[in-house]
């Protein structure tokens, strides 16, 4: 029996400004710390055997975790479209939004709607691509929200909505 399983979706092609700035200078980071990475690298090829150098495997398996992301921003980057400015109709949620939200028990939370390379959930920062966002876009203020969770339905009433600037 195969495995087989279709690709997810690939992500939303959008990112704010902060978010572009940030990835650039991951990459930057990136591309320095990899130089030295090379380096300890090297001088742990010098010791000899190989095969029982811990330091050796260690800096190539970093140095491989290095390339893969450094691979991954160089070929997302320049996919990506950056939206610095707020909608023309800030009434309603779109991209950049900052939104809150008010359960069933009264308690409100705040969320701002970002790019898939930046979502935090730390920050409260959802994806583009969440069902928590795309329920909530073009809502506008005393809309009532319903996303389906793992466990239950949730129902959001929608208290307010800003865009940083």
């Known amino acids: 029996m195969s495995r087989w399983r279709p690709a997810p979706p690939k992500p939303s092609p959008y990112i704010t400004a902060a978010g572009y700035r940030r990835l650039e200078n991951e990459l930057k980071h990136l591309w320095e710390q990899r130089a030295e990475v090379v380096q300890a690298l090297s001088a742990a090829a010098a010791e000899g055997d190989r095969s029982e150098n811990a330091e050796y495997i260690y800096r190539k398996k970093q140095l491989r975790e290095m390339d893969g992301r450094i691979g991954y921003l160089q070929k997302r980057m320049p996919e990506l479209h950056v939206i610095s400015d707020p909608p023309p109709d800030r009434r309603r949620i779109f991209f950049g939004a900052q939104v809150t939200l008010e359960d069933d028990h009264g308690t409100q939370t705040v969320y701002r709607i970002v790019g898939a390379d930046e979502f935090d959930p730390a920050a ?42």
């Not at 996303?147 to 600037?165: K, L, N």
Request: aromatic fraction near 4%; proline fraction near 5%; include cysteine.
């Open 124 to 165: 409260h920062c959802i994806s583009i691509d969440s069902p928590l966002a795309q329920a909530l876009l073009k809502k506008t203020v005393d809309d009532e929200v319903r996303v389906q969770t793992p466990a239950t339905e949730a129902r959001y009433c929608i208290v307010g909505i800003s865009y940083e600037v």
